[in-house]
């Protein structure tokens, strides 16, 4: 499948019947088409194709380095609101760690080049600690730090991946990197009870992320539909609460589109 195709697929999903072409209403031949073979089944080489432009949005776009400033932005005001105020609990930021505060954008564009799919070439890119801090990252949470905030990473790396992981934010200069406040998967996916640990000793100002599940056990396990619905939901909680971070590569949202896992 070409690289055409693949953005054929994904115009077909959003449009639906109605093709890639809304002039005359009815679906165009190309998007029947591909309707057609999405149900057939995909390779990993296929699936690397529909993930190109979403690698080369997310690692060469001003608007994504933007989306991160301004997402970082918000932080920091919300710290500065949380301390004009009185709280009960000792003070708590939780972040999830990749496309959030690490960039994989190497291993993104590497799983292009090779036609893999994400997870292939994982753990050896891991193991590199190479990962640098995405913008507005690093700066954020020495802000964070110096004001006292208690800085928690809650990521779906493999526990496995703890040594490498600490050894990467640490030679980052990521603060508080230590195992105490590094909480990697250990079983489940899901992270509400990792997030509910920190909630019993901490008032969480605000969580950060690139996957609605990096911020409330409602999104786990929901199809798109539903989980867009939540999202309507919760709605005055992103800006504020909840900072949703751009990721047009991979999440949960993928395994519903043709080819995904």
Known sequence: M???????????????NAGCSAKDGKQSREAAAINTVAHSG?????????????????????EAKALYYQGYNIGKQRIEESLKTKVKKKRAIVLDLDETVLDNGPYLSYMVEKGISFGSGWGAWVKKAKAKPLPGALSFLKYADKKGIDIYYISNRDEKYMDATLRNLKKEGIPQAVRSHVLLQIGTSSKEARRQTVEKNYEII????????????????KGNKARSLEADRFRHAFGRKFIVFPNPVYGDWEHELPCGS
């Open 206 to 221: 605000a969580l950060f992320g690139d996957n609605l599940g990096d911020f409330f056990k409602t999104f786990d396990g």
């Open 2 to 16: 070409n690289y055409f195709a693949g953005l054929l697929i994904v115009c077909a999903l959003v449009l639906g």
């Open 42 to 62: 995909c390779t990993a080489k296929q699936k690397a194709e529909q993930t190109k432009m979403g690698v080369a949005w997310y690692r060469t776009s001003g």
